[in-house]
C-alpha cells in the first residue's frame, strides 16, 4: 500500500477516535486545512462541524465558547452564498 495512502487512513482513524471521544478539534483542523477543496465539492462538512461543537458547547453549559459559532459568519471564513445557506441550514434540525 502507498505510504500517503496509509498516512490518510492513519489520519483518519484518529480523528474518527478523537469523534467518538466527543472531541472535535482534529475533525475541525482537518476540516480547516481542506477548506477549499470542500467549498469547491459544495459540502457543508466545516460548518457541521462547527454546528456541532456549538451545539456540544451550549449543552455543556458553555456558552462563552458557544458564541464563538456565529462570529464564524462575520469572518471570510464562508464565502456569502456559502454562509447564508448554512445560516438557514443552522435554524433547521439536523
Avoid at 477543496?37 to 466545516?46: I, N, P, Q, T
Avoid at 451545539?55 to 459568519?73: A, R
Wanted: net charge negative; proline share 6%; with cysteine.
Amino acid at each position: 500500500m502507498d505510504e500517503s495512502l496509509k498516512l490518510q487512513f492513519r489520519e483518519m482513524y484518529q480523528i474518527s477516535e478523537a469523534i467518538k471521544s466527543k472531541n472535535l478539534g482534529p475533525a475541525l483542523e482537518w476540516a480547516r486545512k481542506h477548506h477549499d477543496a470542500l467549498v469547491l465539492r459544495g459540502s457543508s462538512l466545516e460548518f457541521r462541524l462547527h454546528h456541532l461543537q456549538y451545539v456540544t458547547h451550549l449543552l455543556d453549559g458553555n456558552k462563552e465558547q458557544g458564541l464563538e459559532f456565529p462570529s464564524l459568519f462575520s469572518s471570510s471564513s464562508f464565502p456569502p452564498p456559502l454562509s447564508f445557506s448554512h445560516l438557514c441550514s443552522f435554524f433547521s434540525p439536523l
